[in-house]
């Protein structure tokens, strides 16, 4: 449900590659070779919609809707979305503010005098990540006994209510889910009716999103994924489901990539927002985020995207408003590169080297040479990587995640298996690692810090 953070974490096989450039081949082509060398490595599973200029260039299933029933993945399938969610509550948020219901500058003790914080935080520094409140999610105790069960507000409030600010409001930049489900709290207290109702009425019926909904647990559709948290060739393991009380207005959200592709033509037209509201979303605060967006640049264009990871499920919502182009890839996996292949879907679209992936083999490193790397390093504030040497072999530990391999590709270049990702180690003048470089869809450079 989280966003997918850039650093969380591992893969079987890493992205090296011939690159590739424009060519006899379709852009359709090229999209279909791209993603479909990601499925043949269990790097992706599910459906993927890519639109330029208003049409549809790709649209396309890819592996098992459900393993259990021999069902295929096709473009009807609906899955979960994950943290995709939070632009939707950040959309009827800016609803209430147009129609003077609230002010994105409205103090949180407004409506929850009890919290911590409560007169210093303010509804934009919820939906910016900024308002130092404590990630629910990350209280691993809970996530892995409650998540599946129902959930009431005061419940969730409970896991932060009496936790002190990670930071001073306004001051630093820290995902937090918290924040976005306080804002579905906020929207009943204004809206004196249900979260789930108020984005119904504002958003899917205007915009015709029929296959779109909350309750994932009691969906019965035939069209409805199975999620993974395991999907190997020889090893599937299907996931539960996190109750929509619990995952609600930070994570909650089910649909399917053309409905996706009706609230990108809905955003583009201004149907249920106007270009002031837009463009107070689509503005970059801290770490580039904006109110329930990632805003960046791509081969100069602005982008607007997010990604989501809930059990069993990853997404990524990508959108360049200038071409009316939208890149949506839903999977029903945990894992996946789906960072990778939105960057060379985007390359493929403007005509852009790009790689396909190809299997990795790994080679050994002699011990000493390892141990050099065993250390801390700061990916982002208060998000570290530890590495440490076990029976000749690197463990890798990020903040807040289970341990995983890093597997040699050179002596001082590693991949892991899981996500697509890899960690190259730097020495200095001195001949000593002083950092690393991550990447992960994006570069990371990371200092050691240990």
Not at 316 to 321: D, K, Q, V, W, Y
């Amino acid at each position: 449900m989280r966003q997918k953070l850039w650093l969380i974490v591992v893969v079987i096989l890493q992205l090296a590659c011939s690159s590739h450039t424009a060519s006899a081949q379709t852009d359709a082509d090229r999209i279909n070779e791209l993603v479909t060398a990601y499925v043949r490595q269990y790097k992706f599973n599910g459906t993927v919609l890519v639109v330029n200029k208003g049409q549809v260039v790709f649209s396309k299933g890819f592996g098992f809707k459900s393993v259990k029933d021999s069902t295929w993945n096709d473009v009807n399938t609906i899955y979960q979305l994950g943290s995709v969610t939070k632009q939707f509550t950040a959309a009827v948020i800016l609803q209430l503010q147009e129609q003077k219901k609230l002010s994105v500058q409205d103090k949180l003790g407004k409506y929850f005098p009890e919290l911590p914080g409560a007169d210093t935080i303010t509804i934009e520094h919820l939906l910016t990540h900024t308002s130092g409140i404590f990630n629910y999610t990350n209280d691993g105790t809970f996530m892995a006994t409650e998540a599946v069960k129902s959930a009431t507000p005061e419940k969730i409030i409970a896991l932060f209510k009496d936790r002190q600010l990670d930071f001073r409001p306004g001051t630093k930049w820290s995902y937090s889910n918290s924040g976005y489900m306080l804002l579905g709290y906020i929207i009943e207290k204004v809206m004196g009716q249900p979260y789930e109702q108020a984005v119904r009425e504002r958003i899917f019926k205007p915009l015709g999103m029929t296959h779109s909904g909350f309750d994932f647990t009691h969906l019965t559709n035939i069209n409805k994924a199975t999620g993974y948290t395991v999907y190997k060739e020889k090893m599937k393991v299907q996931a539960g489901i996190v109750d929509s009380s619990v995952s609600f207005a930070a994570g909650a959200i089910y649909s399917t990539v053309n409905d996706l592709w009706e609230w990108h033509k809905g955003l583009l037209k201004n149907t249920v927002l106007k270009a002031a509201s837009l463009e107070k979303a689509y503005t970059p605060y801290m770490n580039k985020y904006g109110y329930g967006w990632t805003i960046d640049t791509v081969f100069g264009k602005k982008i607007m995207q997010h990604g989501g990871g809930i059990f069993g499920f990853n997404t990524n919502f990508a959108r360049i408003p200038a071409d009316d182009l939208c890149v949506v890839l839903l999977s029903n996996m945990n894992t996946g590169a789906l960072g990778a292949i939105n960057e060379s879907i985007l390359a493929i679209l403007y005509n852009r080297p790009y790689e396909v992936p190809k299997e990795k083999v790994a080679i050994k490193v002699d011990a000493a040479v390892l141990q050099q790397y065993a250390g801390e390093y700061e990916l982002k504030p208060g998000l570290t990587l530890t590495v440490r040497v076990e029976n000749g072999a690197l463990k890798g530990l990020v903040t807040g995640q289970p341990e995983f391999d890093m597997y040699a590709e050179t002596e001082n270049k590693f991949f892991l298996k899981v996500v697509d990702a890899t960690c190259e180690f730097v020495k200095d003048a001195d001949g000593k690692v002083n950092s690393i470089t991550w990447k992960q869809g994006a570069t990371i450079q990371a200092k050691r810090i240990k």
